[in-house]
């Protein structure tokens, strides 16, 4: 599939009026088509059906050009798959975008198909690590939210509970940064990780939570007893 397929596939399901409502709301000065999240879903999940990854990866990596809303939502769709074997190109393409983060939906569905290739090579925590000194604030966020599967897990092995506890300090970097973003990716995290390790996250708030913005803080407890 060539990517001016792509677009006019997408601009099949275009909103009336949508456009404009999602550029009022991301404020970003970029081209909006006006497609729901749903359709983009569905067209995405028959790319990944009948091309190989290779071709996936040519049209995601031509979609994420365009600069076009939806068209990025849909490169990192594409991409979004637990099982890729080799990945390294894969994470490398995915990683290649993080510096043009400019607003929390590209960001979490991009970081979507970056978690499946984090969890599939842990070792990629180290080049992830970088993220949180960059000046990009979204950049920064993104090493919170890609690492959310490590608050997830019911029965960790010690080496996911390194990888824990190195987030939590990632996070606890992050605390004086008074971003809302920024404030409610800590909270995003230890919110889901009190669900699993609700020790970690009452230590982490015992010393940290003093200097959260309040809503941050209180998100973060939210399902603490």
């Not at 996936?56 to 890729?84: C, S, V």
């Not at 925590?125 to 993104?142: F, H, M, N, P, Q």
Request: include cysteine; aromatic fraction near 10%.
């Amino acid at each position: 599939m060539q990517v001016a397929e792509a677009l006019a596939a997408l601009e099949q399901h275009i909103e009336p009026g949508r456009a404009e409502g999602s550029a009022a709301y991301h404020k970003v000065d970029r081209p909006y088509l006006g497609v729901t999240n749903p359709s983009i879903n569905d067209l995405t999940k028959t790319w990944r059906q009948t091309q190989s990854v290779e071709d996936r990866m040519r049209l995601a990596d031509e979609l994420w050009q365009t600069n076009i809303y939806e068209a990025r939502l849909a490169a990192a769709k594409l991409l979004t798959q637990a099982r890729i074997r080799p990945d390294d190109a894969v994470w490398a393409l995915i990683t290649s975008w993080v510096p043009d983060f400019d607003c929390w939906a590209i960001a979490d569905h991009v970081c979507m198909a970056g978690m499946k290739r984090l969890v599939a090579d842990p070792t990629r925590i180290d080049e992830v690590e970088g993220w949180t000194t960059s000046e990009l604030k979204w950049t920064r966020r993104a090493a919170l939210v890609i690492t959310l599967p490590w608050t997830k897990q019911n029965n960790p092995k010690p080496e996911d509970l390194a990888i824990r506890d190195r987030v939590l300090d990632w996070a606890a970097g992050y605390v004086p940064d008074r971003d809302w973003f920024i404030q409610k990716a800590i909270a995003w995290w230890l919110r889901d990780l009190s669900k699993h390790d609700p020790d970690r996250t009452r230590a982490f708030l015992a010393e940290h939570g003093a200097a959260m913005k309040p809503f941050a803080r209180k998100e973060a407890g939210k399902y603490l007893p």
